[in-house]
């Protein structure tokens, strides 16, 4: 899997209330993201959350034409994920890149019943991620 720091929204990044991510993408003017050669937004959890309530998390791609993002515009979301569910390691949202991006691309975390009292992620832009799983074999030699 192949990204960059420019690349990257956010790395272990804290959350326990709302909040946008620590970096945004600026793509240097509006563009169509998914031609050509496709990005995928990834989004990891880095350390278990954990909550005193029955926390959930909303993790969502925006774009606006501002980097204050005063009118975002949502372009992806994982809907609403509960604590128990977001344990480390775990890949949260994987979706391909969507068309017609303004300038600017931010994630942004909704945390509803909250606040949470632990729990990191981490989101970024990638090319050839790395998909592949290690099974058993499922035979034996002799």
């Known amino acids: 899997m192949m990204y960059d720091k420019l690349n990257t929204f ?14 945004i993408v600026d793509l ?5 993201m998914g031609n050509g050669e496709p990005l995928e937004l990834v989004i990891l ?4 959350v954990t909550a005193a309530g029955a926390a959930t998390v909303t993790f969502t791609l925006e774009t606006d034409d501002n980097a204050g993002f005063s009118s975002p515009v949502v372009l992806a979301s994982s809907g ?7 344990a480390a390691g775990t890949e949260v949202l994987r979706v391909k890149l969507p068309l017609d991006a303004e300038r ?5 975390y909704t945390v509803a ?3 949470l009292t632990a729990g990191t992620f981490t989101a970024f832009l990638a090319h050839d991620r ?3 799983r290690a099974y ?5 030699v002799s």
């Open 10 to 23: 956010g790395t272990d990044q804290a959350v326990t209330t709302t909040a946008a991510s620590t970096d």
């Open 28 to 32: 240097g003017a509006a563009r169509d």
């Open 45 to 48: 959890v880095t350390q278990t």
């Open 80 to 86: 609403t994920i509960g604590k128990a569910a977001l």
């Open 104 to 108: 600017y691309l931010r994630i942004n």
């Open 113 to 115: 019943t909250g606040p």
């Open 130 to 132: 790395q998909a592949s």
């Open 136 to 140: 058993a074999s499922g035979f034996t």
